[in-house]
């Protein structure tokens, strides 16, 4: 298996611009989440699914979309791109009965906006 | 909202020297996780706990559960170069961890020189 995996790796983005950020994975996981990292901040949530055809929004899901097409991706989409949206961008899945609450993160996605 | 406070911020250590990190909240938790990033990499769980007073161990890895459920502690033994990373603590967002949805504390870097 590859686990969570993320394209691309590193972005650059203008204002304004407009990117999807792509997360894959083949554990058959329900759940899936993004997260963003910020230095000194942890990580947030964003947004998260619970299965196909179905998300909410998570802590800071302000400029950001997502859609649950396929159990197996959940791509982010930045529609205007801002400076504040320059992050570490990681996707994340868990199984809906693992005992221990564990979600399995992607290798993330760092993002520039100028 | 909730919010997860981890000291200290950042360790630099001597190769064999324990560590010891905490985590506090506000509010009650009823699930504690802990994660470590590797640099350029997404958090892997390293300890789950799930009862109050819970003390549980993973090789040289300790983690406790406060009996007030509103903190954790990480200690890490005779510490080696590959234990350095950012280690967070985590919670559950309001709504459980049953969906993956979960809040960060900022995180602790460690660094350990040989």
């Known amino acids: 298996n590859a686990g969570v995996t993320q394209t691309p790796k590193f972005q650059v983005l203008k204002t304004g611009q407009s990117m999807t950020l792509q997360c894959a994975q083949d554990?058959?996981?329900?759940?899936m989440s993004w997260y963003r990292q910020d230095p000194g901040m942890g990580l947030r949530l964003i947004h998260y699914?619970?299965?196909?055809?179905?998300?909410d929004q998570g802590e800071v899901p302000n400029g950001y979309n997502v859609s649950r097409s396929t159990t197996e991706d959940f791509p982010l989409r930045l529609l205007l791109a801002a400076p504040s949206q320059t992050s570490v961008y990681f996707c994340?899945?868990?199984?809906?009965?693992?005992?221990?609450?564990?979600?399995?993160f992607g290798p993330g996605t760092r993002l520039t906006v100028l | 909202g909730q919010q997860l406070n981890q000291s200290p911020q950042s360790m630099f250590i001597q190769e064999g020297e324990d560590v010891s990190m905490n985590c506090t909240s506000s509010?009650?938790?009823?699930?504690w996780l802990w994660y470590k990033q590797d640099p350029g990499e997404g958090p892997v769980l390293l300890i789950a706990?799930?009862?109050?007073?819970e003390l549980t161990s993973n090789g040289r890895l300790t983690a406790q559960f406060g009996i007030t459920r509103k903190d954790s502690f990480l200690n890490i033994s005779a510490s080696i170069p590959s234990d350095v990373g950012i280690y967070f603590c985590?919670?559950?967002?309001?709504?459980?961890?049953?969906?993956?949805?979960?809040?960060f504390g900022q995180g602790t870097i460690l660094t350990v020189h040989p």
């Open positions: 985590a919670g559950p967002l309001a709504g459980g961890t049953s969906y993956g949805k979960l809040t």
């Open positions: 554990m058959n996981h329900e759940y």
């Open positions: 699914s619970v299965g196909a055809g179905i998300t």
């Open positions: 994340a899945s868990k199984e809906r009965e693992s005992p221990y609450n564990e979600q399995f």
């Open positions: 706990l799930y009862k109050a007073g």
């Open positions: 509010s009650i938790f009823n699930t």
